[in-house]
Each structure stands twice: as C-alpha cells, then as structure tokens.
C-alpha cells in the first residue's frame, strides 16, 4: 500500500480508502448494501489488515446507521485513533425539517456534532460539503467550515461532487477572508465516466487539491460481469447510476479484460489500477459487500500498468472533445515548444 498527499496538506492517506455506504441498508441505501455491524467489522478489519488508514463516511448514508456502525467498528476492533483517518460529509436530508438539509451555518453546525456523536468520535479528520447548495450563500458555508475546523471538532475540509468554477471562486473567498480552505474534492471519475478531464482535473493540478475517487467501477458496471451479451444480476439490476455511456464502456470492458488475462489479474482490478495510475488522484473509495470483492479490489495495488497498456486503455474509452477544451489545446501547441526550449512554431 502507497500513501499519498492530501493535497497541499500535511495529511498522508492510503491510496485506496474504505468507503462505508454498503454499512446499515435503510431506505433508499438498500439498493447499495445492508451489512450489519458483525460484517462491516469484517471489512474494516480486512482493509486494515492491508494498511488501509482511510475510512470514508457520511451522515445520510443509512440515515446515519453508517456512521454509527463505523465508529462501533473501530470500537470492536480496538483501533487506536491515531490510526486512521476518517472522513464524512454533510448536506443532505437528516430530518424532515425545512433546515434539516443544506450547507447553512445552521444545518452544518447541528450536523457535525451528531456526526461525531454517532461515530463516538471527539473529531473528524475530513469533513465534506456532499454537494452543492444553490440556496445557501457560499461564504456562510465557508465561515461555519471555518469555525467548526477552529473548534477542534474538524481537522481538514473537502468538497464533493462541485463544478471547477465553484471550487475556484471557493479558495477565492477563502484567501480573502482568512478562511480555511479545501482540501480536496471526492469526485465521480472511472475509465467510463472521464468528464471531469476536461476542466476538474486540470483546476486541481493548478490549485493543489487532493482527488478522492468515488464509484471506481461505474456501480459495479466495471466489474466484468456485464457483457454486451446481456446483464448478470447485480447492483445496476435496481440500481442504473452513476450514468454511463454502455456502448463506450463496454469498448473499455473488452480492453480491460485483454490485459487482465495477460496479468493474470481481474477486470476491477485493472480498472482500480487505471484509476491509481493517474497524477491527480489522492486515494480512491472502494466499497464491498463481501470480503472476497474487498481482497480483490486491494489486490490493484498490486497491479502495474505500463505506458503502452495506459494508452491502450485511454483510448478504449475516451471523452468527447468539447470547446473551449479543443481550442485551448490547439492554441497551446504554440507555446509548448517554447518551454521545452525549443524554437517557435512557425
């Protein structure tokens, strides 16, 4: 196991993280898992035992019951704190309260304290806005971030699932008010979903962001059971998210299984091992329901993809040319030669 950077902080985490959303199974959250506490303990010990130190989480997954089997699991298990790190967001509905959702100051005060509370925690390491607010004002969110991270109740801050701009004009106001800034950004990205290249990646790279990978195998559509032949049962059966484009993926499929056979590895793992080859990428969440999908998922760590097989697995798979993307790139070529010193294109 690698450790990397959390961004441009001090933080190191594990290149894979525990992801916990298959823990509890209430509501909605059925269609992803159900394990009780005696079968997520079983996973947290077998991530673990690999020298995973990163556990991610979130209030609303299970309504909470996530939360509350993770931090009793580091309890079983006699997890020293100082062993791990541990993430969670917030913004999502928590109650049927017009202010029991949201990035207000109001919700996000309430909700790290039973945060904490539910994981028997004095602190999280990562907390996360889960999403984007339109109705509450960004600074109010950035200053009760601010003040809670001030309070001891939160270390670092990160973001999920915002646009570029949103996170740009974000460390914008924080540098101008003081305020803390985020860390990361925990993002949809496999080798069928790549839209974020186009603007996220590059806006990372520049600010100094950490990347945090979530639904790796597209919801299990990178799983190597699903064939253009017809679906085996599983969670996409109930359950069709994140979108994909299927004709695409099943291209990437095809590749995917061509250098797994010659590794003498698996589907997942090569697409896991695509992922962990990627410069922007911090850690990437993997989830499990059994331990033998977990063991297989560590095992990418294991796997080394060369140039020639990065470039074949890019362009089974590769996202569309948009503008500005397009024209930018075609300007650029003007400019490289004259960095790497040489002459000006003519």
Same mark, same amino acid.
């Given at each position: ?162 646009? &570029? %701009?949103?996170? #740009? *004009? ?7 008010? /003081?305020?803390? $800034?985020?860390?990361? !950004? ?86 896991? &091992? %695509?992922?962990? #080859? *990627? ?7 993997? /989830?499990?329901? $059994?331990?033998?999908? !977990? ?52």
């Amino acid at each position: 196991m690698r450790y990397n950077q959390l961004g441009n902080t001090g933080l190191f985490v594990s290149e894979l993280c525990l992801g916990t959303m298959t823990f509890g199974g209430e509501g909605m959250w059925t269609a992803i898992g159900a394990l009780d506490q005696e079968k997520s303990n079983e996973l947290v010990k077998g991530a673990l035992d690999a020298e995973v130190n990163f556990l991610d989480t979130a209030n609303v997954y299970s309504n909470g019951l996530s939360e509350k089997i993770t931090g009793q699991a580091l309890k079983d298990l006699g997890i020293a704190r100082s062993d791990v790190v541990i993430a969670t967001k917030a913004l999502g509905p928590m109650g049927d309260g017009i202010n029991d959702r949201g990035a207000s100051r109001y919700h996000l005060m309430n909700q790290i304290d039973a945060s904490l509370e539910r994981l028997q925690l004095d602190h999280v390491d990562l907390y996360q806005i889960h999403g984007w607010d339109p109705v509450t004002p960004m600074e109010e969110t950035l200053r009760a971030l601010d003040d809670i991270v001030r309070s001891g109740r939160v270390r670092y801050i990160g973001v999920s699932n915002w646009a &570029a %701009w949103q996170i #740009a *004009k974000s460390l914008g106001l924080s540098e101008k008010r /003081g305020f803390e $800034k985020f860390a990361s !950004l925990q993002a949809y990205y496999s080798i069928a979903g790549r839209d974020l290249e186009r603007d996220v990646v590059p806006m990372l790279e520049s600010e100094g962001l950490g990347l945090m990978v979530w639904s790796p195998l597209a919801g299990g559509f990178l799983s190597g059971k699903y064939t253009r032949d017809g679906e085996a049962e599983g969670r996409r059966t109930n359950f069709d998210f994140p979108p994909v484009n299927k004709d695409k993926a099943y291209d990437a499929v095809d590749v995917m299984r061509e250098i797994a056979d010659a590794k003498g590895a698996t589907v997942p793992q090569i697409a896991l &091992a %695509w992922l962990l #080859a *990627k410069p922007a990428v911090s850690t990437v969440i993997i /989830g499990a329901k $059994k331990p033998e999908q !977990l063991d297989d998922n560590l095992g990418a760590v294991g796997v080394k993809l060369d140039a020639d097989e990065m470039a074949k697995l890019d362009a089974s798979c590769k996202p569309r040319a948009e503008y500005p993307g397009w024209m930018i790139e075609r300007q650029s070529e003007y400019r490289k030669g004259v960095k790497a010193g040489q002459a000006p294109a003519k």
